[in-house]
């Protein structure tokens, strides 16, 4: 018998309870990487790597906050930097 795959919903909700339960809070945290490198891994589950070029606080942005990522090497088809809200970030750090 083989067991069907865990919807992504599910390992994002899995790892934000984790991420609660160690008391790390997204919003108390992405403002420290502004002009950093970082990697994410997103709710969907991409993993990016790039550099920090913008923070917007949640009092200017309905109640997120949100940060802008200029790509390392991004791909001929796919944008040079992209902005992720607080709540579709699962993890982040800061790399050389």
């Known amino acids: 018998m083989s067991i069907p795959p865990f ?3 599910a390992v ?3 790892f934000r309870i984790l991420a609660t339960e160690r008391g790390l809070k997204m919003s108390e945290q992405l403002w420290n990487y502004l002009r950093s490198r970082v990697q994410v891994v997103t709710s969907d589950g991409e993993v990016i790597n790039g ?3 913008d923070f917007i606080d949640e009092m200017d942005n309905d109640e997120q906050d949100e940060i802008t990522i200029l790509i390392d090497n991004p791909r001929p088809d796919e944008p040079t930097e992209i ?3 607080e709540s579709e970030i699962i993890s982040i750090k800061a790399i050389s």
């Open 7 to 9: 919807p992504i919903e």
């Open 12 to 14: 994002s909700l899995f």
């Open 51 to 53: 550099f920090v070029t």
């Open 83 to 85: 902005s992720l809200f």
